[in-house]
């Protein structure tokens, strides 16, 4: 049982407090209750947050520990007055070293989703997202040329979760395909790769790992046999290796860790760095 | 033009760092060139880090910025003394007073994503995204009562970004079900939703949005006229009302801002907390 309660308090989503906060409590061997407080814009929301951190306080015997990204000074006081919590103000305590630094004064600008709806760079990641969709698992040849990345593999190799990732979060156009049997009788790639070599990146994983993933959709089958992954995987990276096509193991990696190393190998000019 | 050199670093992906990094420099009206270092987790990446960071400040004629999460204290000591930029220590300024706090000391853990392909929530992760994706857009009724969250609405009005967000970031099995004319003709919901109203949400937008949107797709088409979407988003408030779902317009909001509303409003026991 929990036997502490962590709350991650923003004038916005509160998504930015709470990677962050729990990004440094994974560093702890603590098993904490989590509350999210998003949208606290107001003096009133402020003084139920602060009602609620030393309610917590009282029933957990500990005081709770706060993560805020707070950008409302007046909302942020309200906090600092009454919350009987540990106040982690992540904002403050870089903002102000930063306003020396870079000599400006923050604007305290609310939240970085805000009005984000408007701006280009919202859009692309919208457009991108349809875009994956559309070119997920070779649905579609149509616009191929306008992917950012093109991943390979075969089935169920971790191309769609890892595209949609790459769309959502980095704006990535990224479609992805599969290798399938036919290829590997072919011995050629699918034939509306090959003129995209430089965008197509390979996915692959260990045939015992995938033997049980597929067993899962398809329990007993052909498709899912040790046997036909061992064979499948093989073919596959050893297609991969002739055309010269980078790739990675998925076996063990996140979605976010296969997306960062290939945004490092492919480094698609899309990306607003 | 850029005027000064960011740097993002971590052991691991350097998300975590990337994503309060921008949070806090969106608190200043300044143009910085962005640049992440992933998976620094020796000394010889480290070193090779400090000389890009430095020479990063030479070419701009001021001091990068470094945002790191390291915990790997021998790489973190090569960039503290060798790096001759404005070091932000996300990690240890934070983790340090909590060390004292929680009376435990921290395990310096690598990575909130590493190993995560192998923890049980990562896989509901994996899984919802699949669930998503199979139920987008009304195509499968099949198991839709495994679904944590329903979203409906007219068609382009944000269901599928929202979905698989839902989906990718929490975990959420989260079905999404257009409302087209013949609901409207019959004035009432699609007859597969009726028996799981707790978790239906609705998305609505401002007609004059939705029509530029469905532009994009169809250009001068009657399912993007004015008209049209005005009628639409009619017929599709008054059935919303009527049903008691609750909803919110998505025309001025993010992804991140409609999830965060729905997950207020749903709370779905699914979530871990």
Chains 1, 2 share one sequence.
Not at 170 to 176: D, E, I, P, T, V
Not at 202 to 225: K, V
Request: net charge neutral; charged share 25%.
């Amino acid at each position: 049982m929990p036997n502490r309660t962590v709350f991650f308090i923003s004038d916005g989503t509160a998504i930015t407090a709470e990677t962050f906060g729990k990004a440094i409590l994974a560093q702890f061997e603590t098993d904490c209750l989590h509350i999210r407080l998003p949208f606290v814009d107001t003096v009133e929301k402020a003084n139920k947050a602060v009602r609620q951190i030393n309610h917590a306080g009282i029933v957990d015997g500990k005081r709770p520990i706060v993560f805020t990204t707070l950008v409302n000074m007046e909302v942020l006081k309200v906090i600092t007055n009454g919350c009987q919590g540990m106040l982690l103000d992540m904002f403050g305590t870089f903002v102000h070293p930063l306003e020396t630094e870079l000599q400006l004064k923050s604007n305290h600008r609310i939240g970085r989703f805000t009005d984000a709806s408007k701006s280009k760079e919202y859009q692309l990641r919208i457009e991108a997202i349809n875009f994956s969709l559309a070119h997920d698992d070779g649905q579609s040849h149509l616009d191929l040329e306008h992917s950012d990345v093109i991943l390979v593999g075969v089935s169920r190799s971790g191309k769609t979760p890892t595209s949609l990732y790459l769309a959502m979060q980095y704006g990535l156009k990224a479609s992805n395909y599969p290798l399938i049997p036919e290829d590997f009788e072919r011995r050629h790639l699918p034939p509306a790769l090959t003129t995209h070599k430089n965008k197509l990146f390979g996915l692959t994983i260990q045939p015992e790992r995938l033997s049980e993933i597929r067993n899962e959709r398809r329990p007993n089958s052909h498709y899912a046999s040790l046997e036909n992954c061992r064979q499948e995987v093989k073919e596959a990276e050893a297609m991969m290796r002739r055309s010269g096509i980078r790739w990675l193991s998925t076996t063990t990696k996140s979605i976010e860790e296969i997306a960062t190393t290939i945004l490092q190998e492919i480094r698609p000019e899309r990306l607003a760095y």
